[in-house]
């Protein structure tokens, strides 16, 4: 799929040009994310965090003993980040001259429908890893595209998020827009994702000089993947 632009969003306050919206981003907390990174990792690991957004997983690396790096194209975004370094950067054109024990891509970026993009994502992620590091990634489990429907979650903050579309263009795309609600204050993130099923993405790793070496969880969310020399 050649580049163009998949993802949009609307509501108040700025709008990332991936269509997330930073204020609520700004009201989120982690869930286990930080924990488990910091699990499967050296103790005092260096970390760049690509697509940092916000800082809701990076503050707690901080807190855990990490060094982070926080990459993120937003300024308003990485405004909210205190205690760690700020790069503003897209992913793709990101350069900095030196690597990391450890390269994390989450939020699943990795997904993008865009090929191109998602190659060059996966490039950074390796010219960034030292030779004895890892990179972590985060997808939706492959299942995940055959199942997904719309649905409706309330938290107990009264909290919204709904999924609000779902349409499969191809057998591999999810089409899909999510809704948050927050008192009066309501943002539309809209989305296309692309099945990553592990054969898929073991070739798209080993095309960037990665290889994939396993999963932090079982339901193969959450890939590693060790630099090949």
Same mark, same amino acid.
């Given at each position: ?114 090929? %191109? /993009?998602?190659? *060059?994502? !996966? ?7 030292? &030779?004895? #590091?890892? $990179? ?67 070739? %798209? /790793?080993?095309? *960037?000089? !990665? ?7 079982? &339901?193969? #969310?959450? $890939? ?6």
């Amino acid at each position: 799929m050649s580049s163009r632009r998949l993802n949009h969003g609307t509501g108040p306050g700025t709008i990332t040009p991936d269509g997330c919206a930073v204020d609520y981003y700004a009201m989120l907390t982690p869930n286990g994310e930080p924990e488990l990174v910091h699990a499967a990792i050296p103790e005092g690991a260096s970390i760049l965090e690509l697509g940092a957004g916000v800082g809701r997983i990076t503050h707690r690396l901080l807190a855990l003993g990490h060094e982070v790096v926080a990459v993120d194209e937003s300024p308003e975004m990485l405004a909210h980040i205190e205690g760690a370094r700020t790069v503003r950067s897209s992913i793709q054109s990101l350069s900095l001259p030196r690597t990391f024990d450890v390269v994390l891509l989450m939020s699943f970026v990795i997904e993008t429908a865009d090929d %191109e /993009l998602r190659r *060059a994502f !996966l490039r950074t992620c390796r010219e960034h890893v030292a &030779d004895t #590091g890892c $990179v972590i990634l985060q997808r939706k489990p492959p299942e995940w595209y055959d199942t997904v429907e719309p649905f409706e979650r309330v938290a107990g903050d009264g909290h919204v998020v709904r999924m609000t579309a779902v349409d499969r263009p191809e057998p591999d795309l999810v089409d899909a827009t999510m809704e948050y609600t927050v008192g009066d204050r309501r943002w539309t993130h809209s989305f296309l994702s692309r099945r990553l099923d592990d054969g898929f993405l073991a070739a %798209e /790793l080993d095309a *960037a000089g !990665l290889t994939m070496s396993g999963f932090l969880q079982g &339901d193969r #969310g959450w $890939v590693r993947a060790l630099p090949r020399p």
